[in-house]
């Protein structure tokens, strides 16, 4: 089993989330979270003050898989999440121990 951890810019999470929809995956977490990258921020203007933001909001996707669509659900983030500008994210994959359902008690792939 295999945790997906995505940090995408707002405005694709709902292309994300279709484009998991699609491949048959049922379940996803959504976290708000800030941060920054390269890009390192951007300058804004707003009634004619220049402001800095060190931190552009994102939103942080957590999905737990079983291994066997680990890549094919990369793959579906990727393209769902891409615009080809700086800040469009990062994906990161984690092996993942153990899931339990709490409601059934069911247990790894079962519990996904």
Sequence with gaps: ??????????FKLDE????????GVQGLTVSEARGFGRQKGQTEIYRGAEYEINFLPKIRIEVAVSDDVADQTIEAIRNAAA??????GKIFVFDMEKAVRIRTGETDNDAL
């Design 1 to 10: 089993m295999k945790l997906i951890e995505a940090v995408i810019k707002p």
């Design 16 to 23: 994300v989330r279709a484009a998991l929809t699609e491949i």
């Design 83 to 88: 615009t080809g500008q700086i800040g469009d």
